[in-house]
């Protein structure tokens, strides 16, 4: 018996020195990578649709930024081995051996509220002309980055939804934004950024040459439309209402607040929230939202983000290319509008 408590107290400090000596690190960092990442990612999604669900209610919005993840690990075992020869004629050997393990994972995760100067730059300044020009050269249509942002451009406007101030689009800036796409896709029309110093500006370009008929009628159509100079081929995009030269093209942008709250006025709410005044009625103008968000008070079978509030699950179907792709574009105007300050210590940690 002896002999084998040996053999067995061996094999398990063996086991326990093994442990002891492999690294658990390397081993964490592709899971850990994967899941921190994704819950990231579906909790901004579902921040995102409830702040948009919190303006169609008249409520603020507010945003609370993951700005570290640390995982901290420890793992540590011990073995123990007592054992003694007896003496007497009744009194045999004795031992015993203990074996522990301990694995802990405590994960550091910091929350910082955007707030105060940081807020207001991120939600209220209106986008930068050359940033939105670029994701259309990037690939983004440029139907759903034009009806998205730009509040007019060389004078026709886009709709307003809010309820202090509605009104539809003019005919003409649905003809524009069509005319665009379908010019930008058969090489009718492209943009380009240049860097003078620290002032980058845009120009579009409206290409003369190597255009079937049908493309020189219809950028013929795009001059009009926004009272462009015949046979100028290059103009510089500038911010405001109206042009002030035969070679400017006037545009104005919103901010991001102004677009989570366009889209926000085309959400459909239950009938009785707007009966108890809780909110005012949805907008309906000549063109459907680009983005559909549905509710009901049951959780919904096939989200792809949900957020509930006032006891109505509030959600864009999975099955909605369109709207997915529409929210993905509000995700990334959310990141170009961050101005993250400096220097700025974390406001919560949860460990």
């Known amino acids: 018996m002896f002999d084998r408590l040996i053999a067995r107290a061996g094999l398990s400090l063996a086991t326990v020195a093994l442990l002891g000596c492999e690294s658990v690190g390397p081993r964490t960092v592709q899971p850990d990578q994967f899941h921190y990442g994704n819950a990231i990612q579906v909790a901004a999604s579902e921040q995102l649709l409830q702040n948009m669900v919190r303006l169609r209610y008249h409520d ?27 003496t007497g004629v009744a009194e045999g050997d004795t031992g015993s051996v203990g074996v522990g393990a301990i694995w802990v994972d405590r994960p550091t995760i910091t929350y910082t509220p955007v707030r105060g100067r940081e807020f207001a730059k991120t939600l209220l300044t209106p986008l930068p002309i050359e940033s939105i020009f670029e994701l259309i050269r990037s690939g983004w249509p440029a139907d759903l980055v034009v009806r998205l942002v730009f509040v007019s451009i060389n004078g026709t406007t886009n709709e307003v939804t809010r309820p202090s101030r509605r009104q539809d689009a003019d005919t003409d800036f649905w003809e524009v934004i069509d005319l665009w796409r379908r010019l930008r ?20 370009i409206l290409p ?14 795009f001059r009009t439309l926004l009272g462009l100079e ?3 081929d290059t103009f510089r995009v500038v911010r405001g209402l109206v042009p002030e030269a035969p070679d400017e093209i006037a545009v104005m942008t919103r901010s991001l607040r102004d677009i989570m ?15 108890q005044g809780r ?3 949805t907008f309906e103008g000549s063109a459907p939202s680009p983005l559909t968000v549905h509710h009901s008070r049951e959780r919904p079978e096939f989200a792809s983000v949900a957020a509930r509030n006032r006891g109505e699950w509030f ?12 929210f993905g574009f509000l995700h990334l105007l959310l990141s170009l509008a961050e101005t993250p300050e400096p220097g700025r210590g974390p406001i919560l940690t949860i460990d």
């Open 208 to 221: 003369s040459r190597n255009l079937t008929p049908q493309v020189t009628t219809e950028q013929a159509r």
């Open 261 to 275: 709250e366009s889209l926000a006025w085309r959400i459909h709410v239950p009938e009785e929230h707007v009966a």
């Open 315 to 326: 959600f864009i179907d999975d099955r909605d290319r369109a709207s997915k792709r529409s």
């Open 230 to 232: 015949p046979g100028r």
């Open 60 to 86: 603020p919005p507010v945003f609370l930024a993951v700005s570290s993840v640390i995982s901290q690990y420890r793992a540590s075992a011990n073995a123990s081995l007592r054992a003694g020869i007896g």
């Open 279 to 281: 909110t005012a009625e």
């Open 185 to 204: 896709d058969h090489g009718g029309i492209t943009t380009r950024v240049l860097q003078t110093g620290n002032d980058p500006h845009v120009q579009l």
